[in-house]
Structures are given as C-alpha cells and as structure tokens.
C-alpha cells in the first residue's frame, strides 16, 4: 500500500517546516508536494523515504 507524502510526513511525527529544514527547501515546496501541484525529483523521493523510514516503493509519487 502506498502512502501520500503528507501521511507519511505526520506518521513520521515531523512538520512541514522540519521536512523543509532538513532537505534545504522551503516550506512551500513541500506543501506543493504534498498537494500534488508539483513532482519532487527522484533524488528528493530517496531523501524523503529515508527521512520517513520506509521504502521508496511505499510512497505515493505525485504525477
């Protein structure tokens, strides 16, 4: 079952603000993520499944 990146963010128990902190984006970028307006790139997708500790083939990628 894949998750979305905004579910696995809460799981994680991390902000928005974390996530960015921790990758060197800005917050928005991460609420366009997890809204689906725009796509991370693959590098980032790798990055957010070790920030969230779990497997790249769990995260639901936005078209």
Known sequence: MQLSLK????NAGL????VADRLGVRRETIINWEN????PKELVI???A???E??????KIPS
């Open 15 to 18: 902000t928005q603000q974390d």
């Open 50 to 52: 070790y920030l969230y």
């Open 54 to 59: 779990t497997d790249i083939d769990y995260i």
């Open 7 to 10: 579910a696995l963010r809460v």
């Open 46 to 48: 790798y990055a957010l």
């Open 36 to 39: 689906e307006k725009t796509k």
